[in-house]
């Protein structure tokens, strides 16, 4: 696609309740990266796929967290027994090579507008 | 792992002044970009540079990767440069200059 689309935009859930939101990066894209944003905050690292594979998931923030990705293309962030403290803007990006292969423009990283969650 | 500082935190300017906004950077690099958050969230990139110097249109960037910082100039400023600039090394985000533009 043109650019990258994120889904759902917003998500209200009930504490406890699982939730999945989902990325689809830009056509040709090999890397995907999912960052958490709290209000008025920083962007958090979560995990950084390459293709389908993910070199580096140390960001996740617990076990409650955990991510795929299908197809070198659309990817899927899941949280488990959601609570309170989830509650932020969770951003995909893509880029068409990824950070840790090689450096150079292809790198550069494309932000999709965010799913806003809100846990209740 | 690395460690990413960006200066001043906030940034208060005139419209029509100039700024320059700061990165530091812990550990060599060959991967640091630009981004601009605007007030609805949107975030844009505004230069891949890893060294080097880059322009585009009012604003440009330098970095030193030798000396471990960035810098972003904004000449000009318009209110529409208002928002969140980050610096991100690699993987890692800076916590961002708040920059408002008054008319």
């Known amino acids: 696609g043109a650019g990258v689309s994120q889904s759902p935009s917003n998500k209200v859930t009930e504490k406890g309740k699982d939730v999945e939101l989902r990325c689809d990066p830009i056509s040709g894209h090999t890397a995907l990266y999912w960052y958490r944003q709290s209000l008025g905050q920083g962007l958090e690292f979560l995990i950084y796929f390459q293709g389908n594979s993910a070199p580096d998931k140390s960001g996740l923030p617990s076990d409650r967290f955990s991510a795929e990705r299908t197809g070198g293309s659309v990817s899927t962030l899941t949280i488990q027994r959601t609570q309170q403290e989830d509650s932020a803007v969770y951003l995909c990006?893509?880029?068409?090579?990824?950070?840790?292969?090689?450096?150079?423009?292809?790198?550069?990283?494309?932000f999709g507008e965010g799913s806003w969650l809100t846990v209740v | 792992g690395i460690q990413v500082e960006q200066s001043p935190p906030d940034l208060i300017l005139q419209e029509g002044a100039n700024s320059t906004l700061r990165c530091n950077f812990s550990?060599?690099?060959?991967?640091l970009q630009w981004f601009h958050q605007n007030p609805w969230g949107q975030l844009i990139n505004l230069f891949y540079?890893?060294?080097g110097t880059k322009q585009n249109g009012r604003l440009s960037a330098t970095t030193v990767a030798t000396e471990r910082y960035s810098l972003l100039y904004i000449s000009s400023s318009q209110t529409t440069d208002s928002g969140v600039y980050f610096c991100a090394v690699g993987l890692i985000f800076g916590a961002g200059t708040r920059l408002a533009v008054h008319p």
């Open positions: 550990d060599s690099v060959n991967n």
């Open positions: 990006a893509s880029s068409f090579r990824g950070y840790l292969l090689t450096s150079g423009s292809g790198n550069t990283i494309y």
């Open positions: 540079i890893p060294s």
